[in-house]
């Protein structure tokens, strides 16, 4: 197994996300579609293929083809009804931090957030449900669409296999700090968010240290992906 220095992990982790965020940035000045499907759509092109690049070129040196089995070094099977249960408890303690911490940190950097999206086009606030209701009915549908299956599966997942798998698998430095210290790069890594970065890290802590101490990822995989449906749900049912 090649393991990864903590240069490396800092690298791997903050190209792939500077590299949508830019691009996001760039191309939203120019945007006549809702933000937040531009941002999905980039993250297609950009973010995932990167992530999943880094995992198949791993499997391929460690294992001879390209694969994700770097991804799951050093995981154990644990029967689907204590995965799901694990998933849903966390779940359920991440709704407690939303209801009760985010708002407290939504509050503290109200003004920050205020005066950033002040010098910027509207749509990058993707809370202004007034403006992404003024694009047509089909238009809405298909982000929500595309917003489901981007945020619910494919970049949850992808997520889970790339920071709880192959780069807490690979880093040097074992221990049972790391799935903690993997939760804070990868709250910090969500350039796009980062007013949010306390709740994402006391919500996301457990269920990575749940996953490395069970050697189990489909736990962190399920309750990332439970957490990004509230997301989608929440969305939908408020520009539909």
Same mark, same amino acid.
């Given at each position: 197994m090649n393991k990864i220095d903590t240069k490396g992990l800092i690298l791997r982790i903050f190209i792939p996300t500077f590299v949508l965020s830019l691009s996001y940035l760039l191309l939203g000045n120019f945007c006549n579609i809702p933000h937040i499907l531009l941002f999905c759509i980039l993250g297609t092109v950009t973010l995932l293929p990167i992530e999943l690049g880094m995992i !198949?070129? /791993?499997?391929? &040196?460690?294992?001879?083809?390209?694969?994700? &089995?770097? =991804?799951? /070094?050093?995981?154990?099977?644990?029967?689907?009804?204590?995965?799901? %249960? !694990? =998933? +849903?408890?966390?779940?359920?303690? /991440?709704?407690? !931090?939303? =209801?009760?911490? =985010?708002? %407290?940190?939504?509050? %503290? +950097? /109200?003004?920050t957030r205020t005066a950033l999206l002040n010098n910027l086009p509207t749509g990058f606030d993707w809370a202004n449900y007034e403006y992404v209701k003024s694009f047509s009915k089909p238009i809405l549908i298909f982000t929500c669409t595309y917003y489901g299956i981007f945020n619910v599966l494919i970049a949850p997942i992808t997520e889970e296999l790339f920071f709880r798998g192959y780069l807490t698998s690979h880093y040097k430095k074992q221990g049972s700090f790391l799935p903690i210290f993997i939760t804070v790069l990868f709250s910090l890594y969500h350039f796009w968010l980062p007013f949010n970065n306390v709740f994402r890290i006391l919500a996301f802590g457990p269920a990575a240290y749940a996953a490395y101490k069970k050697k189990n990822l489909y736990i962190s995989i399920w309750f990332h992906c439970l957490c990004n449906l509230f997301s989608v749900v929440s969305f939908a049912a408020a520009i539909l």
């Amino acid at each position: 197994m090649n393991k990864i220095d903590t240069k490396g992990l800092i690298l791997r982790i903050f190209i792939p996300t500077f590299v949508l965020s830019l691009s996001y940035l760039l191309l939203g000045n120019f945007c006549n579609i809702p933000h937040i499907l531009l941002f999905c759509i980039l993250g297609t092109v950009t973010l995932l293929p990167i992530e999943l690049g880094m995992i !198949l070129s /791993a499997s391929k &040196k460690e294992y001879g083809a390209y694969s994700l &089995k770097s =991804a799951f /070094a050093g995981q154990e099977k644990l029967p689907l009804w204590k995965i799901l %249960i !694990l =998933a +849903f408890v966390l779940f359920g303690v /991440a709704g407690l !931090l939303s =209801a009760f911490v =985010a708002p %407290i940190e939504n509050h %503290i +950097f /109200a003004e920050t957030r205020t005066a950033l999206l002040n010098n910027l086009p509207t749509g990058f606030d993707w809370a202004n449900y007034e403006y992404v209701k003024s694009f047509s009915k089909p238009i809405l549908i298909f982000t929500c669409t595309y917003y489901g299956i981007f945020n619910v599966l494919i970049a949850p997942i992808t997520e889970e296999l790339f920071f709880r798998g192959y780069l807490t698998s690979h880093y040097k430095k074992q221990g049972s700090f790391l799935p903690i210290f993997i939760t804070v790069l990868f709250s910090l890594y969500h350039f796009w968010l980062p007013f949010n970065n306390v709740f994402r890290i006391l919500a996301f802590g457990p269920a990575a240290y749940a996953a490395y101490k069970k050697k189990n990822l489909y736990i962190s995989i399920w309750f990332h992906c439970l957490c990004n449906l509230f997301s989608v749900v929440s969305f939908a049912a408020a520009i539909l």
